[in-house]
């Protein structure tokens, strides 16, 4: 993603921690991973992810079928520089260019080199929600079985 959007894109945003992000065939016949709310815009600002970023792909049933994945599962993103190639290592082994994943994959930024203590603070809010959710399951099982 990096290598291309380079070399042929204006502007270039910087992938974070936390983000959703999507991939998009571009006109000329090359995939950008782009935000995902910007998946049918004409014109989408590519967000590049920095070489050792963890991402965690949202696979569709379809998807899930063609490339033999689960419904969810954890890449590193990797920028190799002979040839210059940008390709996601899937923990099998597997590795995959980005041209190779599908239009329409979502994915979400898990860990960005260097940003390592953003992403434990949104792993602790994660959790810390998770937590609250699950505190007020009982109350909410206990107050529905009165009526």
Do not use: Y
Not at 16 to 39: I, P, S
Not at 49 to 62: P, W
Not at 83 to 96: A, N, V, W, Y
Request: proline fraction near 5%; hydrophobic fraction near 40%; charge should be negative.
């Amino acid at each position: 993603m990096c290598w291309f959007s380079a070399e042929h894109a204006k502007d270039i945003e910087q992938a974070k921690a936390g983000q959703r992000l999507a991939v998009k065939n571009m006109n000329w016949h090359a995939k950008w991973v782009v935000r995902e709310e910007e998946l049918d815009a004409p014109r989408p600002c590519p967000v590049c992810l920095a070489d050792q970023t963890r991402v965690l792909f949202r696979f569709s049933e379809n998807q899930q079928t063609s490339l033999h994945f689960g419904s969810e599962t954890e890449a590193v993103f990797k920028m190799i520089d002979r040839p210059k190639l940008d390709i996601f290592e899937f923990p099998d082994g597997r590795q995959m260019n980005l041209s190779e994943l599908p239009a329409g994959l979502v994915l979400d930024v898990l860990v960005v080199p260097g940003q390592e203590e953003l992403s434990d603070i949104l792993d602790k809010e994660s959790a810390a929600q998770e937590e609250e959710d699950t505190e007020r399951e009982p109350f909410l099982a206990r107050l529905l079985a009165r009526f």
